[in-house]
């Protein structure tokens, strides 16, 4: 069999020419990096998990109305996608003070923000994804108004769907980050939730023990990224519990 076409690798997904015109493969690396790759490991089961988790994700957004660029889960590691152009940018929500507010304004780590608070990064690794505003956003054409407006109303959407999911199964949704592509239908452009939504791109921190259930585990060593990932998959009903609740072997007479 002829070998797929790679369009572009990334740190922790490779993207492949998809069967039809307007498609794409999505693979997911086992490769972990933190702190723009300066810190990198290989963790076992990462890009099994994410694939699930974030097929998951971008179901239940789409069963509320939320335009996603999932189509179809392939294997265990790759999905179907919608080919999008991507906004250069990382949108972040943030419920609970972590990471780099934290450090930028003072806050104390866990404090609730008095609403959602939504920041942009301009996407560029060689400059570590700065944090910018409307106005660079606006100034060098990376989006327009509308399109901002657009993006802060699927943020907020997704952050609402987000943290329900997420409180019912004991764990906090402190913050996400999302990117977003352009889509054109016929003469409309739509924007639609594209990448991935994983516990690679949240914090999630376990209700009553605080426990972290995210990348952070990674970034600051506080113990097995898989378990953490595995944790939240189990809670989801993403994996199943146990392999002995796969179906027994029926006696053949
Ligand atoms: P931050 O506190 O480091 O700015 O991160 C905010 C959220 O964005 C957090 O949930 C982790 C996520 N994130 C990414 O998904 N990719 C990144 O490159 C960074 C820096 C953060
Ligand atoms: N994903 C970024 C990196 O690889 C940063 C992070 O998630 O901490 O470096």
Same mark, same amino acid.
């Given at each position: 069999?002829?070998?797929?076409?790679?369009?572009y690798e990334g740190k922790a997904k490779t993207l492949?020419?998809?069967?039809?015109?307007?498609?794409?493969?999505?693979?997911?690396k086992?490769d972990a990096t933190a702190f723009n790759a300066e810190k990198r490991?290989?963790?076992?089961?990462?890009?099994?998990?994410?694939?699930?988790?974030?097929?998951?994700?971008?179901?239940?957004?789409?069963?509320?109305?939320?335009?996603?660029?999932?189509?179809?889960?392939?294997?265990?590691?790759?999905?179907?996608?919608?080919?999008?152009?991507m906004v250069p940018l990382e949108?972040i929500?943030?419920?609970?003070?972590?990471?780099s507010?934290?450090?930028?304004?003072?806050?104390?780590?866990?404090?609730?923000?008095?609403?959602?608070?939504?920041?942009y990064c301009y996407k560029d690794d060689a400059l570590g994804d700065p944090l910018v505003?409307?106005?660079?956003? +606006?100034?060098?054409?990376w989006?327009?108004?509308? @399109?901002?407006?657009?993006? =802060? &109303?699927?943020? %907020?959407? #997704?952050?609402?769907?987000?943290?329900?999911?997420?409180?019912?199964?004991?764990?906090?949704?402190?913050?996400?980050k999302?990117e977003?592509?352009?889509?054109?239908?016929?003469?409309?452009?739509?924007?639609?939730?594209?990448d991935?939504?994983?516990?690679d791109s949240?914090?999630?921190?376990?209700?009553?023990?605080?426990?972290?259930?995210?990348?952070?585990? +990674?970034?600051?060593?506080?113990?097995?990224?898989? @378990?953490?990932?595995?944790? =939240? &998959?189990?809670? %989801?009903? #993403?994996?199943?519990?146990?392999?002995?609740?796969?179906?027994?072997?029926?006696?053949?007479?």
């Open positions: 069999m002829a070998r797929r076409k790679k369009i492949y020419e998809g069967p039809e015109p307007g498609t794409i493969v999505q693979y997911f086992d490991e290989i963790i076992d089961g990462k890009g099994v998990l994410n694939n699930r988790l974030s097929e998951f994700f971008m179901t239940g957004l789409a069963g509320i109305g939320v335009p996603t660029h999932f189509i179809k889960r392939l294997n265990m590691r790759e999905q179907l996608i919608r080919a999008a152009e949108i929500v943030r419920n609970y003070a972590a990471g507010i934290c450090k930028r304004l003072g806050l104390e780590e866990g404090i609730a923000l008095p609403r959602p608070i939504v920041e505003s409307e106005e660079h956003i +606006f100034a060098f054409g989006a327009s108004q509308q @399109d901002m407006d657009d993006i =802060v &109303a699927l943020a %907020l959407r #997704v952050n609402d769907f987000m943290s329900g999911v997420m409180m019912a199964v004991g764990i906090r949704l402190v913050d996400f999302i977003v592509g352009r889509i054109w239908e016929g003469d409309f452009q739509r924007l639609i939730v594209a991935e939504i994983s516990p949240c914090r999630l921190w376990d209700i009553e023990t605080g426990r972290k259930l995210d990348k952070d585990v +990674f970034r600051r060593d506080l113990g097995d990224l898989a @378990d953490a990932y595995t944790e =939240v &998959a189990r809670r %989801l009903g #993403v994996l199943p519990n146990t392999l002995t609740e796969a179906p027994k072997p029926k006696l053949v007479k």
